[in-house]
C-alpha cells in the first residue's frame, strides 16, 4: 500500500516557496494542499482545495495550474494539509545548511566576480554563520576578510 503521508524532506525551498505563493490569499486558513503519489515525490503534483471555492490542480515542476484536470483522484493524493503545516515545512527548509549552501551557490552564479569563491572549510563557516541569523554576504565579507593574507 502507498503512504498517504508526503515525505516533506524530498520537496525543495523552491518548491515550498512556489506552492505557498499559490496558496488562497482570502482563504489561507481554511484551504488545504494534497500531493499526488505516483512519481518519485520531488516535483509532485498537487491540488489546492480553498474553503468555500472549487479545488485548483498544479503541475509540481512548472507550479503552474492543470486545466486539463479539474481535479485529481482522490486514492493518488497524500492526506490534507494546512496552511500551517506547509509553512512549517517552509521554515524548516529554510533552516537547513542544504537550504543556505543552495543561497550561496546561485549568490555566486548572479554575483561570479563579486567575492572570490570560498573553499569547503570557509563555506562551512559561512552556512554557520547564516544558520546563526547572519547575512549571506555579511557572513561571506567575514569569513574571506579572516583568511586574507595580512
Same mark, same amino acid.
Given at each position: ?5 508526503? !515525505? ?7 518548491? &515550498? ?9 482570502? $482563504? ?55 496552511? $500551517? ?5 517552509? !521554515?524548516?527548509?529554510?533552516?537547513? $545548511? ?41 557572513? &561571506? ?10
Amino acid at each position: 500500500m502507498i503512504s498517504e503521508e508526503l !515525505d516533506f524532506s524530498l520537496l525543495s525551498l523552491d518548491f &515550498l516557496f512556489k506552492l505557498l505563493k499559490n496558496w488562497p490569499a482570502q $482563504d489561507s486558513e481554511g484551504a488545504t494542499v494534497r500531493f499526488g503519489r505516483l512519481g518519485t515525490g520531488k516535483y509532485p503534483n498537487y491540488q489546492i482545495n480553498p474553503a468555500m471555492d472549487t479545488p485548483v490542480t498544479y503541475r509540481g515542476m512548472t507550479h503552474e495550474p492543470d486545466e486539463h484536470i479539474p481535479e485529481f483522484h482522490s486514492g493518488n493524493l497524500t492526506n490534507a494539509y494546512g496552511y $500551517d503545516r506547509i509553512k512549517t515545512e517552509f !521554515d524548516v527548509a529554510l533552516k537547513s $545548511d542544504f537550504a543556505a549552501l543552495d543561497h550561496l551557490a546561485k549568490f555566486y552564479k548572479k554575483n561570479p566576480s563579486k567575492y572570490p569563491k570560498p573553499d569547503l572549510s570557509q563555506r562551512k563557516i559561512i552556512v554557520h554563520k547564516m544558520m546563526n541569523g547572519a547575512p549571506l554576504e555579511q557572513s &561571506l565579507k567575514d569569513v574571506l576578510a579572516s583568511a586574507a593574507p595580512s
